[in-house]
């Protein structure tokens, strides 16, 4: 079975410092990858997605992700975070054609 | 414009007790359907998805069950609740598999007393 590995639970981070968030996923075969957003007291969002073509995506409000076949990842990256981005960021991988699973997320901490 | 309506918001029901969530979206036709738990530290756990009425793939073996009786509808049942089941449920939805885009209703916070 698929499965989607968030490797930091928490982290916090000062305005302006670069965030990079892991994500590993186990399925071998064509994927399609995504990254949501839960902000407090809010939806899950999305935030940027994978599907084809270039490996470097990117997303809402200054984030990207890269997409590494070789290393089964899909880490979000941010250079320069700021106190609104404080949420929790969660990793999703669809296993052809229609299963959605995520990750056990990341809460982001950005202190002025 | 798509609207997904889940209800009741919040739940709080006695142990051996049935349960019923109910999600309904409302602007589209045909969309896939997907039922998660969510709980601090443990993500969201899908539960179960549809992609058409009748159509549920169950992803976990548990004291749930979800059914597809309507198109745009989708309901959580259990016949009786144990306390592991308290949690937040999310009912989600979207078009087609692959790289669509999920959309998600406002949550239903069941407690089992």
């Known amino acids: 079975a698929q499965s989607v590995s968030q490797h930091n639970h928490h982290v916090i981070l000062s305005e302006a410092a670069s965030l990079e968030l892991g994500c590993n996923y186990s399925?071998?075969?064509?994927?399609?990858l995504f990254w949501y957003v839960q902000y407090p007291g809010q939806h899950l969002q999305l935030l940027l997605k994978?599907?084809?073509?270039?490996?470097l995506v990117k997303g809402i409000k200054g984030f990207e992700a890269e997409f590494i076949k070789s290393k089964f990842s899909f880490n979000l990256r941010k250079p320069s975070v700021q106190w609104s981005d404080t949420a929790e960021y969660f990793c999703?991988?669809?296993?052809?054609?229609?299963?959605?699973?995520f990750g056990t997320g990341t809460r982001l901490q950005v202190f002025p | 414009s798509q609207t997904i309506h889940q209800w009741p918001a919040t739940l709080v029901q006695p142990v051996g007790s049935p349960l019923s969530l109910e999600c309904t979206v409302e602007?589209?036709?045909?969309?896939?359907l997907y039922w998660y738990r969510q709980a601090a530290g443990r993500g969201l756990q899908l539960l179960f998805y549809?992609?058409?009425?009748?159509?549920i793939s169950s992803e976990v073996p548990q004291n749930l069950s979800a059914s597809r009786p309507q198109d745009r509808q989708f309901i959580l049942s259990s016949k009786k609740l144990l306390l592991s089941d308290s949690g937040f449920y999310l009912c989600?939805?979207?078009?087609?598999?692959?790289?669509?885009?999920?959309?998600f209703g406002e949550g239903s916070r069941l407690t089992v007393l």
């Open positions: 549809s992609v058409g009425i009748g159509q």
């Open positions: 989600a939805w979207r078009i087609g598999g692959g790289s669509g885009e999920l959309f």
């Open positions: 602007g589209t036709s045909n969309p896939n």
């Open positions: 994978y599907f084809s073509g270039d490996p």
């Open positions: 399925y071998g075969g064509t994927v399609n």
């Open positions: 999703a991988v669809n296993q052809p054609p229609d299963k959605l699973i």
